[in-house]
């Protein structure tokens, strides 16, 4: 009687070990789902992601320096403490000179930061009007902005300015917001999250001379820095902007000077050749015309051009 007991038994658990997955609902499923998807990484998530995002999901790599300033922004990260900028009015002495301020002002904003948003635009504006009060660099906007631009090494301060790119036409609606961020930042509107900021670069390089400065925010795909020591305090940007700009764009590049030829190498082939000169005031007497010299008879089918017009191009010595 046991050994049947045993036999009924085992029998019973191979039954229910088939049967098991018949009886499970979807709802255990369906939270397994729901965890699987409350455990996922922002970082992981395409939607959350764009270029340097990493900087945003390295869990305390850049935790703000104690103290830094606290911008209410999703597109900025202080990273230490910062000294708002003076705020200055850039005006020009005509108005030529402030159309080339702003003019130049724009094409930096837009061609180092169009696809960034607002906050990342105000940003490099600021980066450039802090070099133009720095004795460190010109004392104008454009001097700044076109600053090496003559350069064939691509080492211009501002890439744009010598690598080609100025030759791709801005948008319309691209270049009015930038123009419009240039307005601002002239007006005397100063951006406090880069304090005194005079470098920048994208989150996708690393620069030698980046591990010499103090980085102070991430604003949007780049990280702003300033100058280490006085060239970074504010007593350092004593420069007034005199309003002379003295150029509207990109300076010309210094070429290799081709040689010249010698008048003497580029009159030999005219060497032997008669050079008739009329007297001054005197009328060109008229060429008359004169027959060609009989054609040298090459074997080739002779032409079936009337003869009055055969001669038709020929010079007429």
């Known amino acids: 009687m046991r050994e049947w007991i045993k036999r009924g038994a085992w029998a019973v658990l191979a039954l229910l070990a088939l049967a098991a997955p018949r009886f499970l609902t979807a709802a255990p499923l369906d939270m397994l789902d729901a965890a699987r998807t409350r455990a996922i ?120 300015s010598c690598d080609g790119s100025m030759a791709r036409l801005p948008s319309a609606a691209g270049w009015a917001r930038a123009r419009r961020i240039a307005q601002d930042a002239l007006s005397g509107l100063a951006y406090k999250p880069v304090g005194l900021a005079t470098h920048y670069h994208t989150l996708a390089v690393r620069p030698a001379w980046s591990g010499t400065l103090q980085p102070v925010a991430v604003i949007g795909a780049h990280i702003f820095y300033r100058n280490p020591g006085f060239n970074g305090t504010p007593a350092a940007f004593r420069v007034a902007y005199l309003g002379r700009e003295t150029q509207s764009g990109p300076a010309l590049r210094v070429w290799p000077v081709k040689p010249v030829t010698p008048v003497e190498d580029l009159a030999a082939p005219y060497a032997g050749v008669p050079v008739r000169i009329a007297p001054f005031g005197a009328p060109a007497a008229p060429q008359a015309w004169r027959p060609a010299s009989p054609p040298v008879d090459d074997g080739l089918p002779q032409s079936t051009i009337r003869e009055e017009y055969r001669n038709t191009g020929r010079p007429l010595i």
């Open 41 to 160: 990484d922002p970082a992981e998530d395409s939607g959350l992601n764009f270029p340097g995002s990493a900087f945003f999901f390295a869990e305390g790599a850049f935790d703000p320096a104690p103290g830094a300033l606290t911008i209410q922004s999703e597109h900025v990260l202080g990273l230490a403490d910062v000294q708002t900028a003076p705020a200055t009015m850039f005006r020009g002495l005509t108005g030529v000179d402030s159309y080339r301020a702003l003019n130049c002002l724009t094409s930096a904003i837009y061609y180092e930061a169009a696809s960034e948003p607002d906050e990342g635009q105000r940003a490099v504006a600021q980066v450039v009007l802090n070099r133009v009060r720095s004795p460190l660099w010109p004392n104008s906007v454009c001097g700044v902005v076109y600053q090496g631009s003559e350069r064939t090494d691509f080492r211009c301060q501002f890439t744009f």
